[in-house]
């Protein structure tokens, strides 16, 4: 994407690299390039840092649930874990399903956390988008973040 991502009055570029795939998965990342002095600079983003400060995962093995929350508004989905996981669930991580679209001036993530490297049953999707500005060094976040059951 080539456009003002920032709403600087600048076109930046957002490029979204397919890195890896396995059973039902792919991954992505995004890079954001800001024009300085007639070269490109780049810059990686990472979402997993935002996402573990805005989605709480509770883990009950007695219960055998887990329940997603998002901090920014209370909003939770709550999975029965007792059939896919039936020993338990020590963790849930995020990195190995993560995506990007393209809508107008925004980027679209979508994630979907897992209990093991690649276990995504009982999981939500969570969309958010992603914010980049540059003013003396790349700023990035995630804002109108949505948790969905059913993916």
Known sequence: MHEDID?????????????GS?????VEELVFYELRDGHYKSYAYDPVGFLEDVVTA???????????T??????S????????????????GWGSSIG???DGNDV????????????????PQITA???????????????DITIDKEF
Request: charged share 25%; with cysteine.
């Open 58 to 68: 509770d883990i009950d093995n007695e219960a055998h649930t887990v329940t997603f």
């Open 100 to 102: 990007y679209e393209f």
């Open 70 to 75: 998002l901090k920014t508004n209370g909003e």
């Open 7 to 19: 709403r600087d009055g600048e076109k930046e570029l957002a490029a979204v690299y397919y890195t």
């Open 129 to 143: 988008k992603v914010w980049y500005w540059d003013v003396g060094g790349a700023e990035t976040g995630i804002e």
């Open 108 to 123: 679209i993530l979508t994630a979907h956390p897992s209990a093991n490297l690649l276990s995504y049953e009982c999981m």
């Open 22 to 26: 396995g059973t039902g998965i792919s």
């Open 77 to 92: 989905v709550s999975y029965d874990t007792s059939e896919d996981y039936p020993d338990g669930i020590e963790r849930i």
